[in-house]
């Protein structure tokens, strides 16, 4: 079992800055990507950034140019720098492990951060 931790949600002005944290413990060997997700009210879950255990970076079209996935094997963490945020940001932004054992894959996810954008 993996358990995913999330922290640094939030409510900031448009325009502010947030850094989302995702911090993995339990079995996270086998640990392929790691990304987050976002869901709005009346939406369906969508993917905002992933980046895999060799560093390989994938971002929706929404957010490129804003948003930065990084990562740190030491600490087991994941991180999601924000800026320029903008309203539609606003969402519950969840964190997602994406394990593989051979060709059997496995999904995590965390209890999920509220971002809030408004003036």
């Known amino acids: 079992q993996v358990q995913l931790v999330e922290s640094g949600g939030g409510l900031v002005q448009p325009g502010g800055s947030l850094r989302l944290s995702c911090a993995a413990s339990g079995s996270i060997f086998s640990i392929y990507a790691m990304g987050w997700y976002r869901q709005a009210p009346g939406k369906q879950r969508e993917l905002v950034a992933t980046i895999t255990s060799g560093g390989s970076t994938n971002y929706a079209d929404s957010v490129k140019g804003r948003f930065t996935i990084s990562r740190d094997n030491a600490k087991n963490t994941v991180y999601l720098q924000m800026n320029s945020l903008k309203p539609e940001d606003t969402a519950v932004y969840y964190c997602?492990?994406?394990?593989?054992?051979?060709?059997?894959?496995?999904?995590?996810w965390g209890q999920g951060t509220q971002v809030t954008v408004s003036s």
């Open positions: 997602n492990a994406h394990k593989v054992i051979v060709t059997t894959g496995y999904n995590y």
